[in-house]
Structure formats: C-alpha cells, structure tokens
C-alpha cells in the first residue's frame, strides 16, 4: 500500500538531541489516556476514505484495521503466523486451489447483526464490480473467474469462484495453487463491507457511498467509530459486539493526522502521543543514544522509489529513464543521510523476502547514464525540457527529493523543480498521471513478491507509471496458475526483469521501519507489513 513518508524528516540535530536527552514518554495527556486505557498514535496524513474496498494508503489503512475484520489477521505475537479473525477455522484442499471458511459462530457487525458468509460474497462482488473502480481489485483475481468479472467480459457473479455453502461456510475457488491465499485474505482488500449500509448508501458501484463516513460507520472489527473531526483526530471507540471484545484491552484509540514529523516528535517527547509513525531517519544515531528504550527498528517489507510518468515526454523514451535511475547513488543517501540500516534496492522485490531470488539489475553507473541521455537527444543535459518532481507536503520528502534533484542536476545537467502536494491531493494527481517524476512508497500488503509485481500490471489501480507491457503481464497471469512454488517464482522473477529492463521506475532504497513508542506501551511487535494488531495492544 502507499506510504506517506517515503523521505526522511529533518528536525535540527541540537534541538533534537536536547529534546530527547530532556523528554521521554509521559506527558499530563498521555499519562490520562493510560488512565482511561485510551491509545494516542500519530498517523501521518487525513485518510482519503476508510472505505477498505476503496483507501489503497497507510493512514487509512492503520484505522481501518481497528474498525474491519478478515475472514483472518495477525497473531498477537509472532508476525509469521495467523490467528482467526471473521473466520473461527479454514481450510484447504490437496492442491491449494480451494478454500473453506468457517464463520465465528458469535460474529456480529457492530449494529448486532450476524456477520454471515454471505456478507462476504457481496463484500467481494462489491470490490470486484468494474463501476466501482477499486484499485485493489486485482488482488481478488486469484480467484476463479474474479478477472473476467472485473473487467465486464461477463456479467454473471455466479462464475465467480466464490460461494456461501450456508451462513456458517465460505468457499473459495482459485485460479491456480495458492499457498498463501490465508494470508491474503486478512487485508483490507477482502474486508466485508456492511451489505445493508452499502445498499443505502448508494449501492455496489456508487464510489461515492458514504457508508463508510461518519459515527454511523457499520464495521465488524473490534473497534468501531466515535468521532471524525477533520484534520484533528479521529477516535475509535472499543466494541461490545465484536465476537472476541473480552479480549479487547483498549476502551479505544484517537489517530491523529501529523503530516510534519517534528510536530510528531514534539507531540511524542511532550507527552501527547503513545506511539509516532515514524522517525527523523537521519537522526537514528540521535535516537539511539538518547532514547534507546523507546526506539524501535523493526524489518520492514517496504520499497521507496521514484516514479516516472512514461505517458509523458521525455519519459517516454527508455533511455532518459535508465539514465536517470543509474544517476541516483543509493549508498550514498543512505550512508550520508539516512544512516538508519536501509539497503540499496537492487531491484522491486526487498532482498527481505529470502524465498525469492533478489535482483541486482538497478546500479548506479554515471558514465552509461551520460550516453544515454546523449543517444536520446539530451548530450550534458542540453535541450532537456522543464520538468517536476512531486512529493507530498512534509520537508522529509522535500529533502529527500532535493537530494536526488541536485544529483540529477550534476551529474547529468538536467534541471527538475520541486512540488508538494498534500496527501488527498497528491494521491488523484497519482491516479491521474498529472505529474512528471514522482516519488512514492509501497509497502507489502502481505509476505509475497506478487505484492510488489502484481501493481504495476496494465489494468493495476496502483500502477502510477502509464507503462503498460504485454509481455510483464503475461508472465505474471502465468504465475498465478503455476503448479509449483518453483515455477511461480521462476516467472516472478522474469516478470521483475522485464519491468526493471523498461524501467518505468527507480528503485531507490528498502527501509526500516523506525519509531517510538511510549515503554508503557505492551504488545507492539515487529510487523514486517507494518500495520499492528491493535487488539492485542494494552498498558502495563
């Protein structure tokens, strides 16, 4: 899913380094949300929506996961393992090619109504419904016939691969083997979204259905909405009728939109925040000898990267771009700025997910980026036109975009302008191509190299490039109904290949994900994907 931060932050190195040597966790207003067993966490940016079907970005996707429940989520303590979540028990067949779910037999909707297995086959024909334009459909498109329906080559949900044996039973039919596909289904893709609310909201294809909005918001998770007060806070209250609320050890949590990361900090160290979402990186060696107690650094499967819009000139000509890529010296940013353990990325998928074979085709080489640019027109950078790079509005972006900029500007004399967008803003500028070079973030929606290739298909609601390549979508429809492991990743790679050889992106860096959190704080674990199991948070 998207990031908001795909930078670093600034903050200035003295004042930092007396604010942490000074403060610590606690604070009047954090020391009463313990009190009252409410959880205060700084979330980056004013959710777009938090209709699950529809949001594609981290803020929303943190709150949306205390308010909706898969058929599965995480384990409360070990981050490569699953625990029931909507579905009490699942199974598969021989092959992996079927999928059985069986219903909490106490699940309830936070109005108290049953959440039944039918719920969830509307919930998917909802997603899958070309109309509604969700940008995460194709993650569905392992199921049988979920691809054929999505893009209106039928009309007939019954040849879905989904079905309601009975209230209690859902079964599932995939295209191919897939092993994972219980991993799958806890994100918020396959989340189910209220069948009553969404019909009188405006119904399955209506973008625009409110149902979502607002205290009247119909979830299943174990939370559900108290307050939505724009661009200050949104409150989530615990809910009584989630199947497994005496687990529940919050009364609630309020996410509050901080964009700047010093406001973040400042609200952290001042005692107003439990947890923060994310850290200055270039002050980790700070952080570290000053606050070790309420620094984490956990894995983190994550790409941070650069955009270029190949609909547009003079992005459209495969040399101008590799030139590009091959002019950003990764070990350097890292090294000299970030200095908070991220790699080199090398290729799209992080070398993090060690089943998979890494790639090593992105490298810095200065020399063939100057010919480059010089066989496509552009020799030192003459004739180049005008072009931008666009970030979202924090100085953590900006700097990072400065960087690259300066580099792109000596070694290859060619000229970039810099613009920010706030997050909404900036996530329809994506969605519309209306940008030159940009940057962006893309954190695993689950352990899978899919989860980083399957984006960037011709037909992907997240494929913010404009690049459209048969060969790269061929060899990833391939992967789906491969009958091995070992085939599968044999044609993700290839597929990884063909993309990094057209180079409708600069990889730059897979990051860490560094934070503080208030050492009265139990339960947060290392979460390579990022999102916590805010059920299982409590105060000691």
Not at 133 to 139: I, K
Request: glycine share 6%; with cysteine.
């Amino acid at each position: 899913m998207t990031l908001p931060r795909p930078g670093f932050r600034t903050v200035t190195c003295t004042l930092l380094a007396a604010a942490l040597a000074a403060c610590g966790s606690g604070g009047k207003e954090a020391d009463q949300a313990i009190a009252d067993k409410i959880l205060l966490v700084g979330n980056e940016a004013e959710p777009k929506t938090l209709d699950s079907q529809i949001n594609t970005g981290m803020p929303e996707a943190r709150i949306v996961s205390t308010l909706c429940e898969g058929l599965t989520q995480m384990n409360a303590t070990d981050d490569t393992k699953l625990a029931p979540g909507a579905a009490a028990s699942w199974e598969p067949n021989d092959d992996f090619s079927q999928w059985t779910f069986h219903m909490q037999p106490n699940g309830k909707w936070s109005d108290g109504t049953p959440v039944k297995a039918e719920d969830f086959v509307y919930s998917w024909q909802r997603i899958l419904t070309p109309a509604l334009g969700a940008q995460y459909a194709e993650m569905l498109y392992v199921i049988k016939g979920a691809e054929a329906f999505n893009r209106g080559q039928t009309t007939d949900f019954g040849t879905v691969g989904v079905k309601a044996l009975d209230d209690m039973t859902l079964q599932v039919d995939l295209v191919g083997p897939t092993p994972f596909f219980a991993e799958l289904v806890k994100h918020h893709s396959f989340f189910p979204v209220p069948p009553k609310q969404v019909q009188a909201g405006g119904g399955m294809a209506d973008r625009a259905n409110d149902w979502a909005s607002g205290t009247n918001f119909v979830c299943n998770g174990p939370f559900k909405m108290k307050e939505w007060s724009t661009n200050k806070l949104i409150e989530v209250e615990k809910n009584p009728n989630y199947w497994d609320a005496a687990n529940v050890a919050l009364n609630g949590i309020r996410f509050y939109p901080i964009e700047n990361s010093q406001t973040e900090t400042a609200m952290f160290m001042g005692g107003q925040l439990h947890i923060t979402s994310g850290l200055q990186l270039g002050k980790f060696p700070i952080v570290q000898k000053t606050n070790p107690d309420e620094l984490r650094s956990d894995p983190f499967l994550a790409l941070i990267y650069m955009s270029f819009n190949t609909t547009r000139k003079p992005f459209d000509d495969l040399r101008v771009r590799k030139a590009l890529s091959m002019t950003i010296d990764r070990k350097a940013i890292i090294d000299n700025v970030l200095k908070a353990g991220q790699t080199p990325a090398t290729g799209l998928v992080p070398a993090a997910l060690t089943s998979y074979p890494t790639s090593d085709i992105v490298k810095y080489d200065e020399a063939e980026a100057k010919k480059l640019l010089a066989e496509a027109g552009y020799p030192g950078g003459k004739g180049f036109p005008p072009a931008e790079i666009l970030t979202i509005s924090n100085e953590d972006n900006r700097k990072l975009a400065e960087i690259v900029q300066g580099m792109w500007r000596q070694k290859l004399g060619v000229e970039f302008t810099i613009y920010n967008q706030e997050w909404k803003v900036y996530l329809a500028t994506l969605e519309s191509l209306d940008f030159d070079v940009s940057f962006q973030a893309w954190s695993a929606d689950y352990a899978y190299p899919t989860t980083f290739l399957d984006i960037f298909t011709s037909n992907s609601g997240n494929n913010h490039t404009g690049w459209k390549n048969a060969q790269f979508d061929s060899l990833i429809d391939q992967a789906r109904v491969a009958p091995t492991e070992a085939e599968r990743m044999k044609l993700l790679s290839d597929s990884e290949t063909v993309l990094l050889n057209d180079a409708p992106v600069a990889p730059l860096y897979w990051p860490r994900r560094n934070y503080l959190v208030d050492t009265r704080v139990k339960g947060v674990i290392p979460r390579a994907l990022s999102i916590q199991s805010y059920k299982d948070i409590s105060f000691e």
